[in-house]
């Protein structure tokens, strides 16, 4: 019992994070039809920024907001104007392997820029831990899982509760009519995109002491946000927050009482079964067929 | 097929038949995995080029070929027999994967496909009593034909080119049946074809089906060509890298694997140069090429001929030019 616990909680914690990374995705799926490839990557890059700037001599706090600064810069803005952007009219698939090129990218220049071995990250909280009811919880987890969920909320205020929010919303469900109404598309579009930023940093920040910064990082974590996103449902924030916490569980429970060899095939064959039997994901809406 | 297509493909053999006297072994060794990666290419043009699908999972079906020559050959079946089941193990797997994926439309059988490769990678290495995990399989036999070994580099290199010829050969007469014209149709006009009373979704998952089997094929090929294989030969990488050979050549193109698995073959060893920076400028040149011309090397080819041929001979009404011409 003490161990599930302890394996629920950690769960939850990777589970947040890989939420972030979905919503993030799923947001950019929703504005302008990106599937972006390189989504992790774009979680590994941030913590190399931060670990850069350190190396400068910026405390971490410092460094980190350096870290989110040049992530908005260049996994937001400069990937809309430079990728994406010159990409839109030629399609989907052009911009898929657009984005695959671009993970390559990313990853090799992390790998020639900075270096091949896994880097040590700072971590949020000293590393102590807990004891509850018998489990040993760490404060790793914890601070994890409430900056996850403070972000979840910041988002979900920002998008519900706010004139913007909701402009970025009528944008994603219906971009002809949302600028019939007079709202300005294109910059609601290249909101996301920051937003996107944002939340990949945050994740990095949160994930990198977990798993060490590496430049092949993104490979696992990429994988994870589209498997997240597509359990939850593909065109749903919050689909994509149930699908990351119910991979960050399942990941942990399947290695501890299943196989550990076969860690990373159980969300895959989960995907693949909800790619059967309810392709609109466990809280999506079905998309009507554009004809 | 005009006259200039026709005397670009007879240079082609002839560059390909004498190519392996003028080459060192290593070189040899290139241009026969150029004839392998072609073969796998094709495949991945079926689906990709005719039906529009994109699909993750060829440097599995590559693997899952190459195990399956390698592992029955070595259990004592004959090499032929090996070869031909790891084209139908394929056929049959491919088969089943696209079924489900295909059920929807969009952008899911890039998804499912990716897991699949992801799951195959996984069998591969952890299957140690199969696969010999990430030890991998040696010493994979290459064919004797009556009496005509293919054990040295130059003999195995000339089957691979011959394997590409006949294949290539099938595909094309394929692609020319009425079956073949229902692939194009998929590609020109998916809901038009549907309204025609085409079934879309047998005739793309037949599509898939196949270019799996070419990809299993070629597995065979690739098993025997470098006469070791292990997991890590067909993970995600090598099914990008396919990918990315069909786009650069020219999706929906025939001819257009030949040319991208040429390139991809060969880039990394002109560009020797750049060191360690092959990879990133591969890269940055393939985001280019999609931002600018998205239809591949032939893409380009093709419309640099069309502008030529308008300056050439401008259009003019149809009476001028035949009283330009008498």
């Known amino acids: 019992m003490a161990s599930l616990i302890q394996l629920l909680v950690s769960g939850l914690a990777t589970g947040a994070i890989y939420a972030l990374i979905a919503v993030g995705f799923t947001l950019l799926w929703q504005t302008s039809q990106t599937i972006n490839f390189a989504q992790g990557e774009f979680v590994m890059l941030p913590a190399f920024f931060i670990l850069a700037a350190m190396n400068w001599g910026a405390p971490f706090w410092l460094a980190c907001l350096i870290g989110i600064a040049l992530s908005i810069a260049f996994v937001g803005l400069v990937f809309k104007l430079i990728v994406v952007d010159p990409m839109l009219k030629h399609g989907v698939l052009p911009l898929v392997i657009s984005t695959i090129a671009l993970s390559l990218f990313l990853k090799e220049a992390v790998k020639d820029a900075y270096s091949s071995q896994a880097q040590p990250f700072p971590a949020l909280v000293p590393s102590t831990d807990i004891h509850i009811f018998g489990a040993v919880i760490s404060t790793q987890s914890v601070a994890v899982l409430a900056v996850a969920i403070a972000t979840v909320v910041a988002l979900n205020l920002l998008l519900n509760k706010t004139r913007l929010g909701r402009c970025m919303q009528a944008t994603a469900q219906n971009p002809t009519l949302a600028r019939i109404l007079g709202i300005p598309v294109q910059r609601m579009v290249l909101y996301t995109f920051l937003i996107n930023a944002v939340l990949v940093a945050i994740a990095s920040i949160l994930i990198s002491p977990i798993y060490l910064a590496k430049f092949t990082n993104g490979e696992t974590l990429g994988m994870a946000a589209f498997v997240a996103a597509i359990i939850g449902g593909f065109n749903q924030v919050r689909g994509a927050i149930l699908g990351g916490i119910i991979l960050g569980i399942l990941d942990n429970l399947s290695a501890a009482y299943l196989s550990s060899q076969y860690r990373g095939a159980f969300p895959l064959i989960i995907l693949i079964a909800v790619i059967l039997l309810r392709p609109q994901g466990l809280l999506g809406r079905i998309e009507e067929r554009t004809v | ?326």
């Open chain 2, 1 to 326: 097929m005009n006259r200039a297509g026709a005397i670009a493909i007879g240079i082609a053999a002839v560059v390909a038949i004498a190519a392996p006297f003028f080459l060192k072994p290593f070189g040899i060794f290139l241009i026969s995995m150029w004839a392998v990666l072609t073969i796998a290419a094709i495949g991945l043009n079926l689906t990709l080029g005719y039906a529009g699908q994109i699909s993750m999972a060829q440097g599995a079906f590559v693997g899952i070929g190459a195990y399956t020559l390698a592992l029955l050959t070595q259990a004592g079946v004959p090499y032929p027999l090996a070869f031909v089941a790891a084209g139908l193990l394929c056929f049959a797997i491919g088969w089943l994967l696209g079924y489900p994926a295909l059920r929807v439309q969009h952008h899911y059988l890039a998804f499912v496909t990716l897991a699949f490769t992801t799951l195959v990678f996984l069998f591969l290495r952890n299957e140690e009593w199969l696969t010999n995990g990430i030890y991998g399989v040696n010493g994979i036999m290459r064919p004797t034909f009556f009496g005509w070994s293919t054990g040295k580099a130059i003999d195995f290199y000339f089957f691979c080119v011959g394997s590409l010829t006949v294949l290539s050969l099938a595909t094309w007469w394929m692609l020319r049946s009425p079956w073949g014209r229902a692939f194009v149709a998929l590609r020109e006009n998916p809901i038009r074809a549907l309204s025609l009373g085409l079934d879309t979704r047998r005739y793309t998952l037949m599509a898939f089906a196949i270019g799996s089997s070419l990809g299993g094929l070629s597995g065979a090929l690739f098993a025997s060509l470098v006469q070791f294989i292990e997991p890590a030969s067909f993970g995600l990488q090598r099914s990008f890298d396919l990918l990315l050979m069909v786009i650069v050549g020219g999706s929906g193109y025939f001819m257009g694997p030949f040319v991208g698995a040429l390139i991809s073959v060969l880039l990394p060893e002109w560009m020797r140069i750049t060191e360690g920076y092959y990879l990133i400028v591969y890269a940055a040149l393939i985001m280019a090429m999609m931002a600018f011309c998205p239809y591949g090397v032939l893409g380009m080819v093709e419309r640099a001929l069309k502008a030529a041929a308008v300056r050439r001979d401008p259009p003019t009404p149809a009476l001028q030019s035949e009283a330009a011409g008498s």
